[in-house]
């Protein structure tokens, strides 16, 4: 009886052919090296420009799955010469694969990552579940004569090299939590490959068992030394398969949340006419749901209809939320005039009159605004009242309007228009600034000295630690939050590459350490910018 069932038969000199091919796979020779070299070139490069096609090719030319077999058939065979030539082939190949991925990573020209480098850094069950079944298919491709063709087949879907380029890549951009992803896909992927292969290689009687006194193998004494000998890659797999399984349920939780966030969001976009959902993106903070939406629309979406979408989808996915909805301002136009006519104009009495409304209140806003050094009307909503109308202007200002300063605007308003005015002015507060200087910060009579010197003080650092390790990166703008003991600040920064939450400490350690001062800070980014070779 063979470890687990009749094993199949093979020759005493079939097994002696396959022992010495698997020798020859785990040679730790300088075509070995070279291979292994061009290799991780090919797929890091893959990698970098986000193409299936090089990465394939990539695991075409990857050496590095022979050794693991030899791994797995010396340890069967109780073979030490085959397992210490394997060892030193699989770990030296390791070592230079991550190398070259880090030389490449930090070349000259940085690419933002894409997707063919996240899916190596976030491993799940179903990469473990494809690595065993590679593992079999290669160890029956390689005892069993008549599928030896199968075995680059077989290299193409385990993917053993790429997560080294895509750990030596990361390590160089010092993502590591993306470069530990990585490095666990490949472990995952080594422990799978092995045991399925040790497993295969026991079946066909290469299992290295000691016999009883009458000669014959003990069924249960196999079993008990395979275990014995694998055991120790049998829990680090298990190990592993937790962790793996954690990042699929992860992954399988925020589809089903981003599902929901974007079927919500849907529906509430289509009741407005000639309005259409482009892009939702979300991010779990500690206590909310960070959710921010771009909307294709005729009109811009007000701070009403926003908290009517908000309350929405706080029911749609029993969170607390904070949406911010990006509108996008398109017209629709036929030849036969607007699409969306409703929305352009409706030549009736009422409509000219809100019109009319609009315009005067636009003119009176725009005339107050320009005693606020920095502010600019951005959009001015009317709506009936019960005792009037009501009156939304969206501003872009250094600082909010104050009160007494809205109280002016509206009498003013109430006079011209010749109504009941109430209005609400809504403050998107934005630093603007020049090469030298924040531009509305000292005429601000409101602007106190310590606030112009944090502002400044938090300018030369952030824009210092950006040249240093962001130089694509800038800084769009500074806001305070809160001027306190310890104050809280939020920076803009347009980028190429998203910025981690690692980033965001890193900037806030320094920030304190230069300020003296326990300052939170939060960074806002939008991904833009112009990549460009570093100037030597």
């Known amino acids: 009886m063979s470890l687990f069932w009749e094993r199949p038969h093979i020759r005493p000199k079939h097994r002696r052919e396959i022992y010495e091919d698997v020798v020859d796979l785990s040679q730790p020779g300088a075509s070995f090296y070279i291979m292994v070299t061009l290799a991780t070139v090919i797929a890091s490069y893959g990698l970098l420009i986000d193409s299936a096609a090089v990465v394939v090719g990539a695991m075409l030319v990857a050496p590095l799955m022979g050794p693991i077999f030899g791994i797995a058939l010396a340890i069967t065979a109780g073979s030490k010469r085959l397992l210490w030539s394997s060892l030193k082939s699989e770990f030296l190949g390791i070592a230079l694969a991550i190398g070259v991925g880090v030389l490449i990573g930090i070349g000259p020209f940085r690419i ?82 092995q045991l399925a292969a040790a497993i295969v290689f026991s079946l066909f009687g290469m299992l290295r068992v000691e016999r009883d006194r009458r000669g014959e193998q003990n069924e249960g004494a196999a079993i008990v030394q395979f275990l014995q000998r694998f055991g120790l890659s049998i829990t680090a797999l298990a190990v592993i398969s937790w962790f793996m399984f954690q990042t699929l349920i992860g992954i399988v939780s925020d589809r089903n949340l981003d599902a929901r966030i974007e079927r919500t969001l849907s529906a509430n976009v289509r009741s407005i006419v000639g309005a259409r959902l ?45 949406l911010t909805v990006r509108s996008l301002v398109a017209r629709d136009m036929a030849s036969s005039g607007a699409v969306y006519p409703e929305e352009e104009s409706r030549p009736d009495e009422e409509t000219l009159r809100d019109l009319e409304r609009l315009n005067t209140a636009t003119t009176v806003m725009n005339e107050h605004l320009r005693d606020v050094p920095g502010a600019e009307l951005l959009d001015l909503h009317s709506r009936p009242s019960s005792n009037g109308v009501r009156l939304t202007a969206l501003v872009w200002a250094p600082e909010a309007v104050r009160p007494d ?26 630093m603007a600034a ?24 938090a300018g ?67 991904l833009g910018g112009l990549l460009q070779p570093p100037r030597g």
Request: aromatic share 4%; with cysteine; hydrophobic share 45%.
């Open 112 to 193: 933002p990552i894409g997707s063919e480098l996240l899916v190596r850094t976030e491993p799940t069950l179903y990469d473990l579940a494809i690595a065993l079944a590679s593992g079999f298919a290669g160890a029956y491709a390689l005892v069993d004569t008549r599928m030896s063709p199968a075995l680059p087949g077989v290299a193409v879907a385990v993917a053993v090299l790429p997560p080294l380029a895509a750990c030596g890549l990361t390590i160089s951009a010092q993502r590591w939590e993306m470069a530990a992803g990585a490095a666990m896909l490949f472990i995952a992927n080594f422990l799978a490959i």
């Open 278 to 322: 482009d892009e939702t993106r979300f991010h779990r903070g500690d206590e909310r749901v960070e959710v921010t939406a771009t909307v294709h629309t005729p009109r811009i979406i007000d701070a009403d209809q926003v908290g009517d979408m908000e309350a929405q989808l706080e029911e749609a996915i029993d969170h607390e939320v904070r």
């Open 405 to 430: 300063q809205v109280a002016v605007i509206e009498a003013d308003l109430r006079e011209k228009l010749d109504d009941e005015v109430s209005l609400v002015v809504r403050t998107v507060p934005i």
């Open 434 to 457: 020049d090469s030298s200087q924040f531009i509305y910060d000292e005429p601000h009579e409101s602007a106190t000295a310590e606030r112009a010197a944090l502002l400044s003080t």
């Open 460 to 526: 030369i650092v952030l824009r210092g630690w950006l040249q240093t390790n962001a130089s694509e990166a800038t800084v769009e703008a500074i806001t305070v939050d809160a001027l306190t003991p310890e104050p809280a600040l939020t920076v803009l920064i347009v980028t190429p590459q998203p910025f981690t939450a690692e980033d965001v400490a890193a900037m806030q350690r320094e920030l304190r350490a230069t300020s003296g001062r326990e300052i939170d800070l939060s960074v806002r980014y939008e």
